[in-house]
């Protein structure tokens, strides 16, 4: 696909936001937004992918100026108005070719890297008719997205934030530390995995809310890496690999504080990455957070067929422990249907897959599963069921085998027991819960634990009289708000 490079003549100035394009979503969400831009954009025969974080990112100010099929769609939505009208940079400010003089002279080692991306591209590039983003899509023709064009590129180069992959892999600014790489080899490879496992570590013992900006830097840099193209195949592998597994973590820390459209689109993005390269760990590994995602944000029914999809994709990958985990999914999705007879089918197969125990083709992003996440999963569908005791029984024995490194889990299967208890008719025990929850806030960010914690303190209400219970609420009405 051909498109211009657009240099940056201020690198390092942060971009404006496009508050007038927000103006013109109004009280629409970004998702209801991107669907009235597709849907004018049939009315003119146009064909763009537009889905929330393209709107994200419009409002941002990170796309001066759209490509021309979307502005094409913008001008017949907003009829009357020009780009300027809508909040853009002129093209003609955005668009440009690296000058050179009459010998073909290529550009100065030092002058500035340009900018390739799709919004920006010079020539007029094809569009998939569908959504590339939609995890039920099976994508056959790529529009040039942000899955693979997420560069700072200098004819074949490419400029990354290495330092976001350094030991910590979570530098707060990629762009402090940007430099021109050679073509990505073995040790970028393991530079991003590590930068994976680091995130993934932190998030068990601390949560998300604190981690989830932060992480988007190493995302950034992981998806540089891929343009710039490695050599050998094995190691082009594994950066996609790495930087699908990243997409998804970065995507759960999104999840994880309450940011459900932007862990959306991560997980989204994973899963065209692994579609793109015929990955069929990751696209189990995507379709497994997606399911989840889907039956927090109430879509129980896409709970299911993610679930169901990704059996699918991991079936071939001889893991029963991932079948397990994916059975418990599906489980949830049944749960939040309200359909009993389904859900207890999908947990007698977690059960079974469960009891096969480990084998040495378990993915490496699995090591939280464990009997204690078994037992909080099933904790969760119960209490979808409305079952509590039943599920009382399954969050407390979660709480009980949960490994202390997991602390992030330990509270939000001690907040699942003290929600069960309270709506199961036992206060005074569940009052006690709550502030065993309560002593590891300090050391937990985590947006759902917060909130499970809140329902249980509105549920308690009622029983304020009771000692036990009106410290809990006193201490719980003590917490700094969430931001």
């Known amino acids: 696909m051909a498109s211009s490079t657009v240099p940056s003549s201020q690198p390092d100035r942060p971009p404006r936001p496009n508050l007038v394009f927000r103006q013109l979503r109004g009280t629409r969400s970004p998702a209801e937004f991107a669907a009235s831009v597709r849907r004018a954009a049939r009315e003119i025969g146009e064909r763009v992918s537009c889905d929330a974080r393209y709107v994200h990112r419009v409002e941002a100010g990170e796309i001066r100026c ?27 400010s955005v668009r440009g070719r690296r000058t050179r003089d009459d010998g073909g002279t290529p550009p100065a080692p030092d002058a500035a890297p340009a900018l390739v991306t799709r919004e920006t591209g010079g020539a007029p590039e094809p569009y998939d008719q569908q959504n590339p983003y939609d995890p039920y899509y099976t994508h056959h023709n790529y529009e040039e997205s942000d899955v693979l064009r997420r560069a700072f590129m200098t004819g074949g180069g490419a400029t990354v934030a290495a330092a976001s992959l350094g030991p910590l892999a979570l530098a707060p ?42 992480a988007a830097a190493p995302l950034r840099a992981a998806y540089a890496l891929l343009d710039a193209g490695a050599t050998r195949q094995r190691t082009a592998d594994r950066l996609y690999a790495g930087a ?60 299911v067929r993610a679930a169901q999809a990704a059996q699918r994709a991991a079936r071939p990958l001889g893991s029963a422990r991932l079948m397990s985990l994916l059975a418990l999914r599906e489980a949830g999705g049944w749960a939040g249907l309200a359909d009993r007879s389904g859900c207890e089918q999908a947990l007698a197969r977690a059960q079974a897959y469960f009891d096969r125990g480990p084998a040495p083709a378990d993915p490496e992003w699995m ?22 005791p ?17 602390t992030r889990n330990i509270a939000l299967y001690t907040a699942e027991l003290a929600d069960d208890l309270a709506r199961g008719g036992y206060p005074d025990e569940a009052a006690a819960a709550g502030m065993r929850v309560l002593d590891l806030l300090p050391e937990v960010q985590s947006s759902r634990v917060r909130t499970m914690l809140a329902g249980t303190a509105r549920v308690l209400l009622p029983h304020r009289r009771a000692s036990d219970v009106s410290a809990f609420l006193d201490r719980h009405d003590s917490l700094p708000r969430m931001t």
């Open 173 to 214: 600014d990629a762009s402090a530390a940007q430099r021109a790489v050679r073509r990505p080899g073995a040790s970028d490879a393991g530079a991003l995995e590590d930068a994976v496992r680091r995130i993934r570590l932190l998030d068990d013992r601390h949560g998300a809310d604190g981690l989830y900006r932060r």
């Open 244 to 303: 699908g597994e990243l997409a998804i973590s970065v995507g759960w820390l999104a999840h994880d504080s309450g940011r459900f459209d932007d862990a959306r689109s991560h997980y989204a993005e994973a899963l065209a990455t692994a579609r793109v390269t015929g990955d069929p760990g990751l696209e189990a590994h995507a379709f497994c957070n997606t399911a989840f995602l889907a039956r927090d944000s109430g879509r129980p029914r896409e709970a």
């Open 367 to 388: 090591t939280f599963y464990g009997e204690a996440e078994l037992e909080g999963l099933k904790a969760q569908c119960w209490s979808a069921l409305g079952d509590w």
């Open 390 to 406: 039943r599920a009382a029984r399954h969050a407390r024995r979660a709480a009980e085998l949960q490994d202390p490194h997991f």
């Open 66 to 92: 759209p490509n021309y099929a979307y502005e094409r769609v913008f001008l017949h939505m907003f009829p009357g108005r020009t780009l300027t009208d809508l909040g853009f940079a002129p093209r003609a």
